[in-house]
Protein backbone atom coordinates (compact mmCIF):
# COMPACT_ATOMS: atom_id res chain seq x y z
CA UNK A 1 0.00 0.00 0.00
CA UNK A 2 2.65 2.38 0.99
CA UNK A 3 4.57 1.91 -2.09
CA UNK A 4 1.35 1.77 -4.51
CA UNK A 5 0.65 5.18 -2.48
CA UNK A 6 4.30 6.54 -3.25
CA UNK A 7 3.98 5.49 -6.98
CA UNK A 8 0.94 7.53 -7.41
CA UNK A 9 2.07 10.64 -5.32
CA UNK A 10 4.88 10.49 -7.81
CA UNK A 11 3.42 10.23 -11.10
CA UNK A 12 0.80 13.15 -9.93
CA UNK A 13 4.57 14.84 -9.18
CA UNK A 14 5.33 14.24 -12.69
CA UNK A 15 2.25 14.99 -13.56
CA UNK A 16 2.08 17.90 -12.28
CA UNK A 17 5.91 19.30 -14.35
CA UNK A 18 4.48 18.15 -17.07
CA UNK A 19 1.83 19.94 -17.14
CA UNK A 20 3.44 23.03 -16.19
CA UNK A 21 6.16 22.36 -18.80
CA UNK A 22 3.61 21.50 -21.32
CA UNK A 23 1.56 25.29 -20.37
CA UNK A 24 5.01 27.27 -20.45
CA UNK A 25 6.09 25.76 -23.69
CA UNK A 26 2.25 26.88 -24.80
CA UNK A 27 2.01 30.27 -23.69
CA UNK A 28 5.96 30.71 -25.10
CA UNK A 29 4.60 29.28 -28.22
CA UNK A 30 1.40 31.81 -28.29
CA UNK A 31 3.88 34.72 -27.25
CA UNK A 32 6.07 33.72 -30.63
CA UNK A 33 2.62 33.28 -32.54
CA UNK A 34 1.15 36.60 -31.22
CA UNK A 35 4.74 38.58 -31.69
CA UNK A 36 4.40 36.80 -35.62
CA UNK A 37 0.96 37.93 -36.27
CA UNK A 38 1.93 42.21 -34.54
CA UNK A 39 4.63 41.47 -37.48
CA UNK A 40 2.58 39.90 -40.38
CA UNK A 41 -0.25 42.75 -39.44
CA UNK A 42 2.76 45.32 -39.87
CA UNK A 43 4.01 43.79 -42.59
CA UNK A 44 0.52 43.53 -44.51
CA UNK A 45 -0.34 47.67 -43.68
CA UNK A 46 2.92 48.42 -44.75
CA UNK A 47 2.68 46.38 -47.82
CA UNK A 48 -1.42 48.03 -48.25
CA UNK A 49 0.30 51.56 -47.82
CA UNK A 50 3.00 51.03 -50.74
CA UNK A 51 -0.08 49.23 -52.88
CA UNK A 52 -2.14 53.04 -52.24
CA UNK A 53 1.15 55.09 -53.02
CA UNK A 54 1.81 52.78 -56.72
CA UNK A 55 -1.59 53.31 -56.99
CA UNK A 56 -1.19 57.34 -57.26
CA UNK A 57 1.80 57.10 -58.89
CA UNK A 58 -0.05 55.14 -61.31
CA UNK A 59 -2.66 57.61 -61.37
CA UNK A 60 -0.89 60.61 -61.64
CA UNK A 61 1.46 58.43 -64.33
CA UNK A 62 -1.72 58.17 -66.17
CA UNK A 63 -2.90 61.39 -65.88
CA UNK A 64 0.44 62.97 -67.24
CA UNK A 65 0.10 60.33 -70.03
CA UNK A 66 -3.02 61.62 -70.95
CA UNK A 67 -1.24 65.39 -70.86
CA UNK A 68 1.18 64.60 -73.15
CA UNK A 69 -1.13 62.76 -75.33
CA UNK A 70 -3.06 66.28 -75.80
CA UNK A 71 0.08 68.10 -76.06
CA UNK A 72 1.18 65.86 -79.01
CA UNK A 73 -1.88 66.64 -80.60
CA UNK A 74 -1.91 70.27 -80.50
CA UNK A 75 1.93 70.18 -81.62
CA UNK A 76 0.71 68.29 -84.40
CA UNK A 77 -2.27 70.39 -85.11
CA UNK A 78 0.01 73.04 -85.36
CA UNK A 79 2.77 71.29 -87.35
CA UNK A 80 -0.23 70.55 -89.61
CA UNK A 81 -1.17 74.38 -89.83
CA UNK A 82 2.50 75.79 -90.17
CA UNK A 83 2.83 73.37 -92.77
CA UNK A 84 -0.44 75.05 -94.53
CA UNK A 85 0.76 78.25 -94.10
CA UNK A 86 4.01 77.39 -95.72
CA UNK A 87 2.57 75.86 -98.55
CA UNK A 88 0.06 78.79 -99.38
CA UNK A 89 3.46 81.07 -98.84
CA UNK A 90 5.11 79.35 -101.01
CA UNK A 91 2.38 79.53 -103.67
CA UNK A 92 1.88 83.12 -102.94
CA UNK A 93 5.53 83.79 -103.91
CA UNK A 94 6.06 81.58 -106.87
CA UNK A 95 2.34 83.13 -108.76
CA UNK A 96 4.04 86.61 -107.85
CA UNK A 97 7.32 85.72 -109.26
CA UNK A 98 5.77 84.71 -112.07
CA UNK A 99 3.88 87.61 -112.37
CA UNK A 100 6.98 89.67 -112.18
CA UNK A 101 9.06 87.55 -114.72
CA UNK A 102 5.68 88.36 -117.41
CA UNK A 103 6.24 92.17 -116.71
CA UNK A 104 9.47 91.95 -117.28
CA UNK A 105 9.28 89.97 -120.58
CA UNK A 106 6.60 92.70 -121.79
CA UNK A 107 8.67 95.42 -120.49
CA UNK A 108 11.25 94.13 -122.36
CA UNK A 109 9.28 93.77 -125.49
CA UNK A 110 7.79 97.37 -125.35
CA UNK A 111 11.51 98.30 -124.58
CA UNK A 112 12.55 96.65 -128.01
CA UNK A 113 9.89 98.33 -129.78
CA UNK A 114 10.05 101.47 -128.27
CA UNK A 115 14.02 101.36 -129.22
CA UNK A 116 12.86 100.61 -133.00
CA UNK A 117 10.39 103.63 -133.32
CA UNK A 118 13.03 106.15 -131.44
CA UNK A 119 15.63 105.22 -134.23
CA UNK A 120 12.60 105.17 -137.14
CA UNK A 121 11.28 108.40 -136.08
CA UNK A 122 15.07 109.79 -135.91
CA UNK A 123 15.43 108.37 -139.03
CA UNK A 124 11.69 109.97 -140.64
CA UNK A 125 12.69 113.57 -139.23
CA UNK A 126 16.40 113.13 -140.87
CA UNK A 127 14.56 112.22 -143.93
CA UNK A 128 12.24 115.16 -143.78
CA UNK A 129 14.79 117.98 -143.24
CA UNK A 130 17.14 116.20 -145.60
CA UNK A 131 14.37 116.65 -148.03
CA UNK A 132 12.65 119.77 -146.93
CA UNK A 133 13.10 121.68 -150.12
CA UNK A 134 11.93 118.73 -152.69
CA UNK A 135 9.20 117.23 -151.70
CA UNK A 136 5.76 118.45 -152.84
CA UNK A 137 3.34 119.06 -150.51
CA UNK A 138 1.22 116.16 -150.44
CA UNK A 139 4.41 113.69 -150.27
CA UNK A 140 5.52 116.46 -147.09
CA UNK A 141 1.84 115.98 -145.13
CA UNK A 142 2.52 112.39 -145.87
CA UNK A 143 5.72 112.17 -144.09
CA UNK A 144 4.63 114.84 -140.94
CA UNK A 145 1.68 112.38 -140.61
CA UNK A 146 4.21 109.22 -140.24
CA UNK A 147 6.44 111.16 -138.35
CA UNK A 148 3.36 112.09 -136.39
CA UNK A 149 2.11 108.34 -136.10
CA UNK A 150 5.66 107.65 -134.97
CA UNK A 151 5.64 109.95 -132.04
CA UNK A 152 1.97 108.93 -130.96
CA UNK A 153 3.19 105.20 -130.86
CA UNK A 154 6.25 106.20 -128.71
CA UNK A 155 3.75 107.69 -126.33
CA UNK A 156 1.77 105.08 -125.79
CA UNK A 157 5.05 102.42 -125.60
CA UNK A 158 6.22 105.16 -122.89
CA UNK A 159 2.78 105.05 -121.34
CA UNK A 160 2.58 101.30 -121.07
CA UNK A 161 6.35 101.09 -119.99
CA UNK A 162 5.41 103.54 -117.31
CA UNK A 163 2.12 101.57 -116.28
CA UNK A 164 4.57 98.06 -116.04
CA UNK A 165 7.31 100.07 -114.46
CA UNK A 166 4.73 100.86 -111.57
CA UNK A 167 3.46 97.79 -111.50
CA UNK A 168 6.53 96.45 -111.04
CA UNK A 169 7.28 98.98 -108.41
CA UNK A 170 4.68 98.08 -106.52
CA UNK A 171 5.33 94.19 -106.88
CA UNK A 172 8.98 95.55 -105.72
CA UNK A 173 7.01 97.30 -102.89
CA UNK A 174 4.98 93.65 -101.96
CA UNK A 175 8.46 91.81 -101.85
CA UNK A 176 10.01 94.75 -100.20
CA UNK A 177 7.79 94.14 -97.75
CA UNK A 178 8.18 90.59 -97.47
CA UNK A 179 11.81 91.42 -96.11
CA UNK A 180 10.74 94.16 -94.27
CA UNK A 181 11.78 93.94 -90.29
CA UNK A 182 10.50 94.79 -87.44
CA UNK A 183 9.32 93.83 -83.55
CA UNK A 184 6.53 93.29 -81.89
CA UNK A 185 5.91 95.86 -79.33
CA UNK A 186 2.67 95.62 -77.68
CA UNK A 187 0.38 92.38 -77.17
CA UNK A 188 -3.25 92.76 -76.22
CA UNK A 189 -4.38 91.19 -72.93
CA UNK A 190 -6.10 88.21 -74.74
CA UNK A 191 -3.19 87.76 -77.13
CA UNK A 192 -5.42 88.54 -80.17
CA UNK A 193 -3.71 91.68 -81.41
CA UNK A 194 -0.28 92.98 -81.60
CA UNK A 195 1.61 95.97 -82.05
CA UNK A 196 4.66 96.63 -84.56
CA UNK A 197 6.60 99.16 -85.39
CA UNK A 198 6.28 99.27 -88.95
CA UNK A 199 4.20 101.92 -90.04
CA UNK A 200 3.33 103.66 -93.66
CA UNK A 201 6.43 104.98 -93.56
CA UNK A 202 8.04 102.02 -94.24
CA UNK A 203 5.99 100.16 -96.40
CA UNK A 204 3.69 98.51 -94.52
CA UNK A 205 0.04 97.84 -95.73
CA UNK A 206 -3.22 97.21 -94.51
CA UNK A 207 -3.89 93.08 -94.69
CA UNK A 208 -0.34 92.57 -95.01
CA UNK A 209 0.75 89.21 -93.52
CA UNK A 210 3.31 89.34 -91.35
CA UNK A 211 5.27 86.11 -89.53
CA UNK A 212 6.03 86.69 -86.66
CA UNK A 213 9.76 84.91 -85.66
CA UNK A 214 11.82 84.28 -82.23
CA UNK A 215 15.37 84.02 -83.20
CA UNK A 216 15.16 80.46 -85.66
CA UNK A 217 11.86 79.67 -83.87
CA UNK A 218 8.39 80.14 -85.77
CA UNK A 219 5.79 81.83 -83.86
CA UNK A 220 3.00 82.46 -86.26
CA UNK A 221 1.46 84.77 -88.45
CA UNK A 222 -0.38 87.64 -88.16
CA UNK A 223 -2.88 89.97 -90.68
CA UNK A 224 -2.50 93.95 -90.30
CA UNK A 225 -5.76 95.29 -90.06
CA UNK A 226 -4.83 99.16 -89.22
CA UNK A 227 -1.44 100.96 -90.35
CA UNK A 228 -0.36 104.23 -88.98
CA UNK A 229 2.67 106.28 -89.41
CA UNK A 230 4.82 104.11 -87.31
CA UNK A 231 3.17 101.67 -85.93
CA UNK A 232 0.87 99.20 -87.50
CA UNK A 233 -1.90 96.73 -85.79
CA UNK A 234 -2.00 93.34 -86.70
CA UNK A 235 -4.51 90.84 -85.91
CA UNK A 236 -3.40 87.08 -85.13
CA UNK A 237 -3.82 84.32 -87.32
CA UNK A 238 -5.08 80.71 -86.36
CA UNK A 239 -2.36 78.53 -84.85
CA UNK A 240 -0.67 81.70 -83.25
CA UNK A 241 -0.05 82.02 -80.03
CA UNK A 242 2.50 82.97 -77.22
CA UNK A 243 3.57 85.79 -78.75
CA UNK A 244 6.03 88.31 -76.94
CA UNK A 245 7.44 91.86 -77.38
CA UNK A 246 10.26 91.85 -79.28
CA UNK A 247 9.62 89.02 -81.59
CA UNK A 248 10.64 89.56 -84.80
CA UNK A 249 7.93 90.81 -87.67
CA UNK A 250 8.49 90.37 -90.98
CA UNK A 251 5.56 91.05 -93.74
CA UNK A 252 5.19 88.68 -96.89
CA UNK A 253 2.73 90.39 -98.70
Known sequence: ?????????????????????????????KERLEADLASTENQLNSTRNDLNTLR??????????AQLTTA??????????LENQLA????ELAEATRAADARE?????LRQERARIQQELIAEKERAQQ?????????AAKLR?????????????????QNIDTASSQQADGQGRAVLRGEVTEVSDQSAYIVIDLGSV????ENATVMLRRGPTYVGRARISDVRDNVSIAELLPGTNNVRTGDQAVTLN
Open 1 to 29: MNIASMFLRILAIVGAIAAGVMFWMIGDT
Open 56 to 65: GEHETLQEEA
Open 72 to 81: LEESQARANT
Open 88 to 91: QTRR
Open 105 to 109: REAET
Open 131 to 139: LANTLESED
Open 145 to 161: AHIARLEEQLIRTNEQL
Open 202 to 205: HGAR
